[in-house]
C-alpha cells in the first residue's frame, strides 16, 4: 500500500473516532506502570467504545481490558502480533528508568528497534505515539529555560540516553518509512502512585507517615523541575494521537510551571499539615534546573491543565 493511500485511509479511521461511534483498537505497552494504569482509566471514561488490549510484563489488579503478559526483552513476533491485533492507535509507554546501563539499553532501545520495525512490516494501520523525557535534554543552563522541543538534547544519565535513542529511531521510522509516529517528551509526573524513586513519591511515602514530624532526606533545596499530573498527561497524550497533524513531531508535555525542591516539600508541608526536618546530602551541588516550554503543543490540541500542582499533591496523599 501507498504511503499517501496508507495516511488517507488512516485519516478516515480518525475523523470516524472523533465524530461517530467508530470503535478504535488500543495498544498500550507497559499497560500496568503508571502512565499506562491511568492512561487506561482516561480512556475508559472518556472514550468507552474504544476496546484496549494491554502489554506488560506484569498484571494490573483490575483485569478490565484485553491483557497478555509479555517480556519485551524476549525475542517476539512483533509482525505477526500487529497483524493479529490490528490496533488503530499504539501507545509506547515501556520504559526503565531504575536499573543498570544494559538492562536500560534492552528495554527502551533494543526492544523498541524490534517493536517498530515489526509494526512497519506489519503493514496494520496504527499511528505509534512514544514517551521520552525531560532527561534527553540534560543539563540546561537556567536562562535556556523553558526548553523548547528545538533545544538540542544532551542526556547526561543512561535512562535520558537510552530514551534518546529510542525517539531517533522513531524519527529515522517516520523518515524513511513513513510510519506514523508521534513522539512526546513529559515532564515529571506526579499523581497517586508516583514511584517513589521519584521525589513526589518519595514525599509522599513520608508525608502519609503516621507522625507529625517528617524526617526527608534529599540532595540540596534548590534543583528546580516543572511537574504535571499524570491525568493531564493522559488527556494530552490521547488528543495529540487523536490529531493527524501531529505526525513526525516532538512535543514537549508539561506545566511549564518551575518549582525548586524546597518549595515542593514546603507545599506537601501545608496540605499534609505536617512538618518536615530537613536533611541535605549535597548542599553544595550545582542545582539542576530544567523546565519545559509548552507553547508548540497548545498549538496543536486543546491544553488545558485540570490539575494544579496543590491537587496532585492532596491526591497523592488521599
Known amino acids: 500500500m501507498s504511503k499517501s493511500l496508507f495516511l488517507i ?15 478504535m483498537r488500543i495498544l498500550i505497552t507497559g499497560s500496568s506502570g503508571f502512565l499506562g494504569s491511568n492512561l487506561i482509566q482516561y480512556i475508559k471514561k472518556n472514550h468507552e467504545d474504544w476496546e484496549i488490549f494491554g502489554f506488560d510484563i506484569k498484571k494490573r489488579k483490575e483485569n478490565d481490558y484485553n491483557f497478555e503478559k ?11 502480533i500487529f497483524q493479529r491485533i490490528e490496533p488503530d492507535i499504539i501507545f509506547h509507554l515501556v520504559g526503565l528508568f531504575v536499573g543498570n546501563e544494559s538492562e536500560m539499553f534492552d528495554t527502551n532501545t533494543a526492544s523498541f528497534f524490534n517493536f517498530i520495525n515489526g509494526l ?7 499511528r505509534l505515539l512514544i514517551t521520552g523525557s525531560a532527561a534527553q535534554y540534560g543539563e540546561v543552563k537556567k536562562e535556556d529555560n523553558p526548553v523548547t522541543e528545538d533545544h538540542k538534547t544532551a542526556p547526561t544519565s543512561i535512562y535520558g540516553l537510552t530514551k534518546n535513542w529510542q525517539e531517533e529511531l522513531a524519527i529515522f521510522y517516520n523518515q524513511t518509512y513513513g510510519t506514523n509516529v508521534v513522539c512526546t517528551r513529559p515532564s515529571t509526573y506526579i499523581g497517586k502512585g508516583v514511584s517513589p524513586e521519584l521525589l513526589a513519591g518519595y514525599l509522599t511515602d513520608k508525608f502519609l507517615e503516621k507522625k507529625d514530624k517528617i524526617e526527608i532526606s534529599i540532595t540540596n533545596a534548590d534543583d528546580i ?3 504535571i499530573d499524570i491525568r493531564d498527561v493522559s488527556c494530552a497524550l490521547v488528543e495529540l494521537i ?11 508535555v508539561s506545566s511549564k510551571k518551575p518549582i525548586s525542591n524546597l518549595e515542593l516539600i514546603r507545599k506537601f508541608e501545608k496540605i499534609a ?11 553544595e551541588k550545582t542545582p539542576f ?3 519545559q516550554d509548552n507553547t508548540k503543543i497548545k498549538e496543536k490540541i486543546p491544553y488545558e491543565l485540570n490539575f494544579s500542582l496543590e491537587d496532585s499533591i492532596s491526591w497523592c496523599l488521599e
Open 242 to 252: 487523536l490529531n493527524p497533524n501531529t505526525s513526525g513531531e516532538i512535543f514537549n
Open 120 to 126: 512497519r512490516e506489519s503493514d496494520v494501520e496504527s
Open 9 to 23: 485511509k488512516l485519516l478516515i479511521k480518525f475523523l470516524n473516532a472523533r465524530f461517530t461511534s467508530y470503535s
Open 70 to 80: 509479555i517480556d519485551f526483552n524476549d525475542t517476539k513476533d512483533w509482525k505477526n
Open 273 to 283: 499539615k505536617k512538618e518536615a526536618i530537613l536533611t541535605y546530602t549535597n548542599p
Open 225 to 227: 523541575r516543572d511537574y
Open 289 to 291: 534546573m530544567i523546565w
